[in-house]
Every structure is written in structure tokens, then in C-alpha cells.
């Protein structure tokens, strides 16, 4: 019984686990795009107005919840913004704190 209730209560380590995980999904995401179209990190900052530091941490698993941001970096990657936010909420537990 204190199995099942476990189950379905998961812990706060466990909830973090989880959200790491989606934020490496999307950081993963990104550079898939961003490979596809044989661009460096550096030209596709240069291009979404960051710095590369900054587009290294979103592959890295940082999530930006700016939506201009998130508009610069489709631009970057040559994708529709539509196509970053289903990226976005596939990965929308990597938000919830």
C-alpha cells in the first residue's frame, strides 16, 4: 500500500530529476536544430541577439520563458516560432517550480 501511495506522490527530489531532465530535452532540441542547419553556436547567438555563453546554457538545459527570446532563437535556428514553442511545451515542466 505505501507503494502505491508513493507512486503517486512522487518526491521533490524526484520532481527535480524530472525537470532537469526536460530541460536537457529542450537544450537537446536546440542543438539538434541548431546542427541540422550546420550552425555554430556562436552564429546562432550572434543571430538571436545573445551571447554565445548564453545559447551554450540553453543547450546546456537553462530554459528561457521570454518570448521575444524564444522568437530570436527560432529565427536563428531557421524554424517557425511555432515549431520552438511545441519544443517549449513538450518540455513545459521544466518551468514549473
Not at 518526491?11 to 527535480?16: C, I, Q, R, V
Not at 524530472?18 to 547567438?45: H, K, P, W, Y
Not at 520563458?65 to 532563437?73: F, G, N, V
Request: negative net charge; glycine residues 6%.
Amino acid at each position: 500500500m505505501s507503494m502505491i501511495r508513493s507512486a503517486s506522490h512522487p518526491t521533490a527530489s524526484a520532481l527535480n530529476v524530472s525537470r532537469d531532465g526536460l530541460r536537457r530535452l529542450f537544450g537537446s532540441m536546440v542543438q539538434d536544430s541548431r546542427e541540422m542547419i550546420q550552425r555554430s553556436v556562436e552564429d546562432c547567438a550572434r543571430l538571436a541577439g545573445m551571447e554565445p555563453s548564453e545559447w551554450a546554457a540553453i543547450e546546456a538545459g537553462y530554459v528561457p520563458a521570454d518570448p521575444a527570446k524564444l522568437r530570436s532563437m527560432a529565427a536563428a535556428l531557421e524554424i517557425r516560432y511555432d515549431q520552438l514553442l511545441m519544443m517549449v511545451h513538450l518540455c513545459q515542466g521544466a518551468w514549473t517550480e
